[in-house]
């Protein structure tokens, strides 16, 4: 390629980086990214459900309606979120108390709320509202954040915490719990504080046990100390799926290939479990690329909130990227046996559509964090 032609490929691609950015307010390094690892998710599900074209299909669909929220989100500026964070925050919690009053129960759970059309989760509006409204609470004042402010929005995290605790669903409390906490770490909470949130939280841990928690709950905490004690029922899950990741070796058995996930040893293979097909077919070469593309969409992020103009902005963003690591660091953990089974899919690879595009709506306010913010400061 001669020298003219390089220059103008360089000044094409700055072209679509700005008509990407000044038009549609997206960042074009964080779209690649998600597009990459969504496009891996496809390939993935296709041979997790065994070739099934229709079932891939419906995932795309519901790709395709996480890509317009995240392109509705990137068009909202910041200073906008700000200004709906309380209101947005009150509905949220309005709707996870009509779960508990009015909701659809199912599988032991009381989660949705029926529209007619279709169930929604009161819960996927919280994962975006609580890192909103934590951060517009700290951002109210000088940073780094009182010790009584930052009691204040520990009360605010707790409420929808035990809300949806009380659904129950452990998985989505714990990880909306670690939102607000993330916003509230990167608004400089002093150190006692925090060795004493930790001492309370060890100090409640009997009381959660005893009062707190189901019985398939306490099972599932059970078997994560001691798979083998229950190998044909509690355990059964996570051991066929450690035989998956183990028998994926270096290069893993390839696409479609999979024993463990085609011959259905692995339950919910299309969902929480869907890393182990991965990691079976694709082996720890497979895991590793998929790690550090989890790994570069947590450091967009965190690059995103340094450049960020005000504390909101730095804050929020932040914590969507403390978020997602945590999301990613929970399901990888409980499908290898790391951490105890709480129900989180794999971000943007698991099939569902609820949690996909609440994900895709975060990558929204990210971009809008970014590109927003040369008419902040101005």
């Known amino acids: 390629m001669s020298w003219a032609e ?36 496809v390939v993935i599900l296709y041979s997790a459900f065994g070739g099934s074209i229709a079932a891939v299909q419906d995932h795309l669909v519901r790709l395709a309606v996480g890509a317009a929220g995240m392109i ?43 529209l007619g059309v279709a169930g929604f989760q009161p819960s996927e ?22 010790t009584g402010r930052a009691a204040a929005t520990l009360a605010i995290i707790a409420l929808p915490v035990g809300l949806i605790g009380s659904q129950p669903d452990l998985g989505t409390a714990v990880l909306i719990g670690a939102a607000g ?14 060795a004493a949130l930790i001492g309370l939280v060890a100090a409640a841990v009997p009381l959660l ?9 306490r099972q599932r905490v059970l ?40 011959l259905e040893f692995i339950p919910e293979r299309h969902t929480d479990f869907v890393f182990a097909v991965m990691a079976e077919e694709f082996g720890l070469v497979g895991v590793c ?38 999301y990613c660091f929970v399901n990888i953990g409980m499908v290898s046996g790391l951490l105890p089974v709480v129900g989180l899919p794999l971000p ?4 569902g559509g609820s949690a996909m595009v609440t994900l895709l709506v975060g990558f929204g306010i990210l971009m809008s964090i970014h590109t927003h913010r040369r008419m902040w400061s101005s």
């Open 6 to 41: 390089s220059r103008v490929n360089a000044v094409a691609r700055r072209a679509t980086g700005d008509v990407l950015q000044r038009a549609l307010h997206l960042d074009g390094v964080l779209l690649g990214l998600v597009a990459l690892l969504s496009g891996l998710g």
């Open 72 to 114: 509705v989100a990137a068009q909202i500026p910041p200073w906008q979120l700000r200004r709906i964070a309380p209101w947005l925050f009150g509905l949220g919690v309005v709707l996870l108390v009509a779960v508990l009053v009015v909701g659809e129960s199912g599988g032991g759970a009381r989660r949705w709320l029926d």
């Open 125 to 146: 509006l919280m994962k975006l509202a609580v890192p909103i409204m934590v951060a517009w609470v700290i951002a109210r004042s000088a940073m780094p954040v009182s």
């Open 181 to 194: 906490a993330g916003v509230l770490f990167l608004g400089g909470i002093g150190w006692r504080l925090i």
């Open 209 to 217: 046990w005893q009062f707190g928690m189901q019985d398939y709950q």
């Open 223 to 262: 078997t994560f100390l001691d798979p083998t004690r229950d190998p044909l029922g509690a355990g059964y899950n996570i051991i066929q799926s450690q035989i998956a990741i183990g028998s994926g070796g270096i290069h893993g058995k390839g696409w479609l290939n999979g024993t463990q996930a085609h």
């Open 289 to 326: 690329a998929l790690l550090v593309l989890y790994l570069l969409i947590t450091l967009r992020g965190l690059w995103i909130a340094y450049q960020a103009q005000d504390n909101f902005s730095r804050l929020l963003a932040g914590g969507l990227s403390l978020t997602f690591f945590v």
């Open 348 to 351: 943007l690879i698991s099939y």
